[in-house]
C-alpha cells in the first residue's frame, strides 16, 4: 500500500482552474443564450458569447481557490491522521 501523503498546491490549482473554465463556459455559453433571449436575437448570441468568456474566468477562479483550500487543508490533516492509502500496480 502506498500513502498519498501530501498533494502538490499548484498541480491542483491547475487541473480545478481547468475544469472550472470548461464547467463555466459551458454554464454562461447556455445562460446568457437564455437571458439574452429578452434582447432576440442578436442579445441571444451576445449574451452567449459574453456569458461564456465571463463564466470560464469567473468558474476557473472560483474552482482553482476551492482546489487549493482542499488541497491545503488535505495536507495537514494528512500530517495528523496520516494520508489516503492506495494499491497501485
Do not use: P, R
Amino acid at each position: 500500500m502506498q500513502e498519498i501523503k501530501s498533494i502538490d498546491l499548484g498541480s491542483v490549482a491547475k487541473l480545478y482552474g481547468a475544469i472550472g473554465a470548461v464547467m463555466g463556459a459551458i454554464m454562461g455559453l447556455l445562460f446568457g443564450f437564455i437571458i439574452g433571449l429578452l434582447g432576440g436575437i442578436v442579445g441571444a448570441i451576445i449574451g452567449a458569447i459574453i456569458g461564456a468568456i465571463m463564466g470560464a474566468i469567473i468558474y476557473a477562479i472560483m474552482m482553482a481557490v476551492c482546489g487549493v483550500i482542499g488541497a491545503l487543508i488535505y495536507n495537514i490533516l494528512a500530517g495528523i491522521v496520516g494520508g489516503i492509502k492506495i494499491e497501485l500496480k
